[in-house]
């Protein structure tokens, strides 16, 4: 399974925000929409990820309250990306080797999506119980053996 797959089944609302967004202005958004991650865009490239972990550094660092900084104080601004054809299989490793929730997909400079820990678990998850229905399925069906085949 591919990337590719997981964005057609997931849908293509992207929410982005800009380096200049007040931090909280992006929270409030996450918030808003419950989303556990905004794509940083700048002159239509991608160039960070702000996500709830770094929220909370904030929230932690300024004593409880977001501050008044920028996304571009708090972003990362080195994301781990992925592209369309990166195999799943790859995706959960870089995801668990490097702790990220959230993957860019990238088509050369283009952003096609966002994927999260949780729509690969998904995707995984219902391949799986598809491949078990399918097994399942073979063996209720498996051809009962006659006397001349045991002979």
């Not at 997931?10 to 007040?22: D, F, H, S």
Request: proline share 4%; hydrophobic share 40%; net charge negative.
């Amino acid at each position: 399974m591919k990337v590719s797959e997981i964005l057609q089944v997931k849908g293509n609302i992207l929410y982005t925000a800009t380096p200049e967004m007040p931090l909280v202005d992006a929270a409030s958004l996450m918030a808003e929409k419950d989303i556990g991650s905004l794509v940083v865009m700048e002159f239509g490239d991608l160039v960070g990820m702000l996500t709830f972990r770094e929220v909370m550094k904030a929230l932690h660092d300024n004593g409880g309250s977001v501050g008044t900084g920028t996304v571009r104080k708090h972003m990362d601004d080195h994301p781990i990306t992925v592209t369309p054809d990166t195999e799943v299989n790859e995706v959960r490793r870089m995801m668990l080797e490097k702790h990220a929730r959230y993957l860019p997909v990238m088509n050369a400079k283009t952003l096609q999506g966002v994927i999260s820990f949780y729509d690969v678990a998904k995707a995984v998850l219902e391949a799986q119980s598809f491949e078990n229905r399918m097994l399942k399925a073979y063996i209720r069906d498996w051809p009962a053996e006659t006397a001349n085949e045991e002979d």
